[in-house]
């Protein structure tokens, strides 16, 4: 029983593999779960076995980074400092993953640029929605602490500065997706996070 269920998983795994190449390459609206199959050397019914259809597959893929983001962030939070200190140690671990991590950076890409969220892919959608949403709330209800709201610029509230925050990482995100060859050289994520963290807090250095 154990053995199958370790090749169960390296065939999961293979499927992922091929699946990502073939997002990343192709785009997923135009590469069927056929191609999958073919590209990871199994037959259709292997990938129908482990993946009901294309959105089950990115939902998978979407776990590849989102679990990692949510554990991080639950180590920062853990560890000595003010909430401030600590979300910037929490983007500035995001960015450097980012340039230093090439799954990251292919199923960020295959998210952001190579995916059509269409109905074929509404359960995707909706999770990246309420992941956003989720993210949103939880850096809003840090950031309104006591000690953390007073460092804000007058004019922004902590649900504002949630929201930059979001604008600054999607941002960032999408740009680097778009050109990758601009992060290539000269890449510094802790002078961008900086500057926009001066943009929303006082005196927090």
Sequence with gaps: M??????????????LEAAEQLFLKKGVSKTSLEEIARTAGMTRGAVYWHFKNKDHLINELMSQIFKPVEDVFDEFLTMDGSVILKLFGLF????????????????FTILLRRCEYTEELSESEARCNNMIAGFINHCAGLISQPETAKKLRPDITPELAAHMLHIMTSGVLNDWARDPQQ?????NPEIIIRTFFRSIFVDWE
């Design 2 to 15: 154990r053995r199958t269920k370790e090749d169960a998983e390296k065939t999961k795994l293979a499927i």
């Design 92 to 107: 500035k671990n995001i960015f450097d993953q980012l340039s230093s991590d090439e799954r990251v950076r292919n199923i």
């Design 183 to 187: 992060f290539a050289a000269g890449y």
